[in-house]
């Protein structure tokens, strides 16, 4: 028999066990209706987005930063840079195997490779100031550095070493014999190397005028690097290249634009080319320069490449008479009959 205290003290307990588990019941059943009741991307629960619009995958991406950006280019830079190296190295020694070895880099490397070279399309970037994004763009900021700061120190260094489509004309004009050649007298040379300034001119206006770069594919050939031609364009660089194996650097002295603009800034040149005041009468440099940039005792420095070809001439003792009238010189004083009679 169950007395009644203690009928009455187990039916509280019974109430309290009884109200404890109908209130767990009641706060599991409301987690899991909620639950049941919200989507799966449970929008309620997200921010609201800061302004209204489209959201794409990539705007939420991560920013790369400078080291995953420079890492990333590290090898083009570390190539251009070897080249730079090389480049100057054949200018300071006056090595033609050197610049030979020079013009291949730049020809495989800058050209086929890479496709890298200054063109007018850079130059109108300059005039609309749209220019390569720097970060994206290392290697092509470092040939654009080295080929302003060498044309001030120097001249026109990019042309006579660095640009593929010169290194690629004076290889031919290594290897094709010089009986073919035609030299184009100086007072046409003089006339011709105008062109080029014009062209230049030509395409800023046009550019200016119009905004439609593609005008590039008609004044210079560097396209050929990346074999994107009309057969119109493949048949006009066909005949300036056989145009080129008789006349020198036919493209370079007297069409380029780019050339050209180089030819301005080099009338800043820092370091010019040594004269000696025998220059004011000998031609042999004349008619050595290629480039038709040597009239009688001045050099042009807006058609000079430097190539080289006079100053080895200049420290060839055998060959530049201000070397040869030294030798005669002493060769005169230290005669026995030359000293003096006491
Ligand atoms: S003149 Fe023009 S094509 Fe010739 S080397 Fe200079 S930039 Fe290149
Ligand atoms: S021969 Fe002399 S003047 Fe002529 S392009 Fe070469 S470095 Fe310049």
Same mark, same amino acid.
């Given at each position: 028999?169950?007395?009644?205290?203690?009928?009455?003290?187990?039916?509280?307990?019974?109430?309290?066990?009884?109200?404890?588990?109908?209130?767990?019941?009641?706060?599991?059943?409301?987690?899991?209706?909620?639950?049941?009741?919200?989507?799966?991307?449970?929008?309620?629960?997200?921010?609201?987005?800061?302004?209204?619009?489209?959201?794409?995958?990539?705007?939420?991406?991560?920013?790369?930063?400078?080291?995953?950006?420079?890492?990333?280019?590290?090898?083009?830079?570390?190539?251009?840079?070897?080249?730079?190296?090389?480049?100057?190295?054949?200018?300071?020694?006056?090595?033609?195997?050197?610049?030979?070895?020079?013009?291949?880099?730049?020809?495989? $490397?800058?050209?086929?490779?890479?496709?890298?070279?200054?063109?007018?399309?850079?130059?109108?970037?300059?005039?609309?100031?749209?220019?390569?994004?720097?970060? $994206?763009?290392?290697?092509?900021?470092?040939?654009?550095?080295?080929?302003?700061?060498?044309?001030?120190?120097?001249?026109?260094?990019?042309?006579?070493?660095?640009?593929?489509?010169?290194?690629?004309?004076?290889?031919? +004009?290594?290897?094709?014999?010089?009986?073919?050649? $035609? +030299?184009?007298?100086?007072?046409?040379?003089?006339?011709?190397?105008?062109?080029?300034?014009?062209?230049?001119?030509?395409?800023?206006?046009?550019?200016?005028?119009?905004?439609?770069?593609?005008?590039?594919?008609?004044?210079?050939?560097?396209?050929?690097?990346?074999?994107?031609?009309?057969?119109?364009?493949?048949?006009?660089?066909?005949?300036?290249?056989?145009?080129?194996?008789?006349?020198?650097?036919? $493209?370079?002295?007297?069409?380029?634009?780019?050339?050209?603009?180089?030819?301005?800034?080099?009338?800043?040149?820092?370091?010019?080319?040594?004269?000696?005041?025998?220059?004011?009468?000998?031609?042999?440099?004349?008619?050595?320069?290629?480039?038709?940039?040597?009239?009688?005792?001045?050099?042009?420095?807006?058609?000079?490449?430097?190539?080289? +070809?006079?100053?080895?001439?200049?420290?060839?003792?055998?060959?530049?008479?201000?070397?040869?009238?030294?030798?005669?010189?002493? +060769?005169?004083?230290?005669?026995?009959?030359?000293?003096?009679?006491?």
């Amino acid at each position: 028999m169950i007395e009644p205290a203690q009928g009455f003290r187990g039916h509280k307990k019974i109430s309290i066990a009884t109200l404890l588990l109908a209130a767990l019941l009641s706060i599991l059943s409301a987690r899991v209706s909620v639950s049941a009741a919200q989507p799966a991307a449970q929008p309620a629960a997200q921010p609201a987005p800061a302004s209204p619009g489209w959201e794409f995958e990539d705007e939420a991406e991560r920013e790369p930063g400078w080291r995953e950006i420079a890492s990333a280019q590290a090898l083009d830079l570390g190539l251009f840079a070897a080249f730079g190296v090389l480049a100057m190295v054949s200018f300071f020694r006056k090595s033609v195997a050197l610049k030979h070895v020079t013009f291949v880099a730049a020809v495989v $490397y800058l050209g086929f490779a890479k496709s890298q070279l200054i063109s007018i399309v850079n130059i109108f970037a300059l005039v609309d100031w749209s220019l390569p994004i720097f970060k $994206y763009s290392l290697a092509w900021y470092l040939l654009a550095t080295f080929t302003l700061v060498s044309t001030v120190l120097w001249g026109r260094l990019y042309c006579g070493r660095v640009c593929s489509f010169g290194a690629l004309t004076q290889l031919l +004009d290594a290897v094709i014999p010089a009986k073919w050649r $035609y +030299d184009v007298p100086l007072r046409i040379e003089r006339r011709a190397s105008l062109i080029k300034y014009a062209v230049l001119g030509g395409a800023i206006l046009y550019f200016v005028v119009t905004r439609d770069r593609m005008i590039y594919r008609y004044i210079e050939p560097f396209w050929m690097f990346s074999f994107h031609g009309s057969a119109v364009m493949w048949t006009g660089l066909a005949v300036l290249l056989v145009a080129t194996v008789f006349v020198r650097n036919l $493209y370079c002295r007297f069409l380029c634009p780019v050339g050209a603009a180089l030819g301005l800034l080099s009338n800043l040149t820092v370091f010019r080319i040594k004269r000696w005041k025998e220059c004011n009468t000998c031609k042999l440099c004349e008619k050595t320069c290629q480039w038709g940039a040597i009239v009688g005792p001045k050099i042009i420095k807006s058609e000079c490449v430097r190539c080289d +070809d006079c100053e080895r001439l200049y420290m060839d003792q055998k060959k530049c008479p201000h070397w040869i009238i030294i030798k005669r010189r002493s +060769d005169f004083t230290a005669r026995p009959s030359a000293a003096p009679t006491t």
